[in-house]
């Protein structure tokens, strides 16, 4: 057994000390008699011994209540830990294609991006030991979280992803270049981008099969999602008075981009064109995704003091019924 707060024990003597000097001063009557001869040579009762008790029954349960504050606990031997050490960077799309109403959320219409960003956070909760980073992109790409383990942070930031924020367009290569950016000093064993869009690359610098090639000499696995039905999709439009109309609206899927990008880096291309099939890729990329490290010898400790605190109130409620019912003193 060890204690957390050691220091906590040196004041058990001193309460003990200051235990035995209040049992052994002068005590004053407290009730004046005109003789003393009623009361010579009286018999060691039960009682008698209870009531000099009761201050050793209290002192007792003031140490315990202070073994019980060092926080003592017990090593657990040869404890095994699992940690996934896969870091994980989300591009997401939020062009102006994101708009297109084709998926379905708790029975009622979304757009594809709030389909996306539902799903991801799904993804997100259902990690455990993973960082996880947020890369958005239109026209270009910028960092949302960069990689964390602090998952409630996390998914506040990927509430903040709006369509229109930046240029629209669809920056593929771009998208990828920023994900590998934030895993450049990764030391984890396993690295992966899940890139999803909705278009076409028609923006950016840089070439998606550039980009492919220097995540592969990186050793980053990218997972490519085609997100969409398939032909026309209704997408959104405000009149000149303002009221919002939908017009059918064909968006086109780069998915032989797609497909060799997810090839060229040993990853997985998937098409998903409703919200249904999208949970489902993410699911099946999280399943793929695991390879457990197990650590031994990290020691863990099992809390005790809970044992000295119970035992302390039971002192403690001990006392305080005999000074009030049996052992009652008067006045």
Do not use: H
Not at 95 to 108: C, G, I, P, R, T
Not at 131 to 137: N, P, S, Y
């Amino acid at each position: 057994m060890i204690f957390r707060d050691f220091w906590v024990l040196f004041l058990i003597p001193i309460v003990l000390v200051g235990g035995f000097f209040i049992s052994k001063r002068s005590k004053s009557a407290s009730i004046r008699f005109s003789s003393l001869d009623i009361i010579n040579n009286p018999k060691i009762t039960i009682k008698l011994i209870g009531l000099e008790a009761l201050l050793w029954l209290r002192l007792g349960a003031i140490c315990l209540f202070l073994v019980a504050l060092a926080r003592p606990s017990s090593p657990i031997e040869n404890a095994k830990v699992e940690a996934e050490g896969i870091d994980i960077v989300l591009a997401i799309d939020c062009s102006s294609s994101m708009l297109a109403e084709d998926f379905k959320l708790n029975n009622k219409r979304q757009n594809r991006l709030v389909v996306v960003k539902k799903v991801a956070q799904d993804f997100i909760e259902m990690r455990t030991n993973d960082k996880i980073g947020i890369i958005a992109f239109a026209a270009r790409a910028y960092t949302v979280c960069p990689l964390t383990l602090d998952y409630p942070w996390l998914i506040k930031n990927l509430e903040r992803i709006r369509i229109g924020d930046i240029e629209d367009g669809t920056a593929v290569g771009s998208a990828i270049m920023s994900s590998l950016n934030r895993l450049r000093d990764s030391q984890a064993k396993s690295k992966i981008i899940i890139l999803l869009t909705d278009g076409v690359n028609n923006a950016g610098r840089v070439s998606p099969f550039v980009a492919a090639e220097t995540a592969k000499s990186l050793g980053v696995k990218i997972y490519t999602v085609g997100a969409g039905a398939k032909g026309v999709a209704p997408y959104p439009a405000r009149t000149a008075w303002g009221k919002i109309v939908y017009r059918n609206v064909e968006i086109e899927i780069d998915e032989d981009t797609l497909k060799e990008i997810a090839k060229e880096t040993n990853g997985k291309y998937y098409r998903a064109t409703d919200t249904r099939s999208l949970m489902q890729i993410y699911k099946e990329i999280d399943a793929l995704e695991k390879t457990p490290v197990e650590d031994i010898g990290f020691t863990r400790y099992s809390e005790l003091f809970p044992l000295f605190l119970i035992a302390a109130l039971i002192l403690l409620l001990l006392e305080t019924t005999l000074s009030n019912t049996f052992l009652r003193r008067l006045p």
